[in-house]
């Protein structure tokens, strides 16, 4: 298994404070990823990253930030968490020899009240 | 914009019975194709994964798919399911040209009866 933890693992928070979630990786990946899974819609790309302080869009970005100092980490945050972003979160890895090919953490599951 | 559609939501197998999985997918060049396999409460496992050369793949716990490319599909097989295949499956789409991105299908749970 992919080297991977995410932390929290379980957050119950109140709408409009601040969530910080933290993915850390020991496999020295050059692409991490972070996606949120609602029942109905699979897994959503919030943001990726492709190297230190190098990070980009998904298809679900809007009241989410990223930030990348370390390659080992990479930083989910939601700056004034609301109740449509209560999901389970979902870090991701790539092997740095082959791309394409995505390993996932055991996710956080997040409730906002 | 790459898509992926699993139109099966849930699909209840009897244990021993054969099971496939469908996953169309949209995308304008070769795509990389992977199914990854969710039990309750956990992460993704990664089944397999197409990215050339021979269309039928083998995977991890007797699964296998198959690349379609004339019906943009790639579904998943099992010949005979366990009961511990029980889980939700997804079906995903990705391509280097888009950054490595995934897109994935919303899922299949499938049940197995005893």
């Known amino acids: 298994d992919a080297g991977i933890t995410q932390s929290p693992r379980h957050k119950v928070t109140e709408t409009g404070t601040p969530v910080t979630l933290r993915c850390h990786q020991t496999?020295?990946?050059?692409?991490m990823y972070w996606y949120r899974q609602d029942p109905g819609h699979g897994l959503r790309l919030i943001h990726y990253s492709y190297g230190v302080k190098d990070t980009d869009k998904g298809e679900v970005s809007d009241g989410y930030s990223v930030s990348r100092s370390k390659t080992e980490d990479f930083l989910l945050t939601l700056e004034s968490a609301t109740s449509s972003q209560t999901s389970v979160y979902f870090c991701?890895?790539?092997?740095?020899?082959?791309?394409?090919?995505?390993?996932f953490g055991p996710g956080t599951r997040l409730l906002v009240l | 914009a790459q898509s992926v559609t699993q139109p099966d939501i849930h699909i209840t197998v009897s244990e021993g019975a054969s099971l496939e999985l469908r996953c169309n997918y949209s995308?304008?060049?070769?795509?990389?194709l992977f199914w990854y396999v969710q039990s309750p409460g956990q992460g993704l496992q990664l089944l397999l994964k197409y990215f050339s050369g021979d269309t039928l793949v083998q995977g991890i716990k007797g699964f296998e798919a198959e690349f379609k490319r004339s019906q943009s599909s790639f579904n998943l097989r099992k010949p005979s399911v366990h009961w511990s295949d029980a889980a939700e499956y997804f079906c995903a789409v990705g391509a280097y040209a888009a950054g490595n991105k995934l897109t994935f299908g919303g899922g299949t749970r499938v049940l197995v009866k005893p």
């Open positions: 991701a890895i790539s092997d740095r020899e082959n791309q394409e090919t995505q390993y």
């Open positions: 496999e020295n990946h050059r692409y």
């Open positions: 995308y304008g060049a070769t795509p990389y």
